[in-house]
């Protein structure tokens, strides 16, 4: 194991940005399960089924479930992809008042 630490601040903005690319799919496939999933869309594709509240109910429960979680996830993969960035550009400006110090400029 090295004694040495270095943060490769390219690799963090592009993993920063991974995280928010993948918060902004999950969005996107969000938007596109919400409608077939609302209370509507379940009463009209399940005819018969629809008769019984107990199964009706059950489907609509499930879909906001997976829906809030989702949610969920995708708030978390930004916040993820802003805290990656935030502590590159925080280790950009540690790095450039530690080549200033050196240099002679911080005195």
Known sequence: MSDKFYIGHNALEK????????????????????????SEAIHDGFGFLTESEE?????IELAEAMT???????????????????????SVAADRAIEEQFKGGGQ
Do not use: C, M
């Open 15 to 38: 993993l920063s940005g991974a995280f928010s690319r993948e918060a902004d799919l999950l969005g996107e496939q969000l938007a596109k399960f919400k409608p077939k999933t609302d």
């Open 68 to 90: 809030k979680a989702i949610e969920g996830l995708q708030e978390h993969a930004y916040a993820i992809g802003d805290k990656l960035n935030e502590n590159s550009r925080n």
């Open 55 to 59: 199964v009706t109910s059950a489907y």
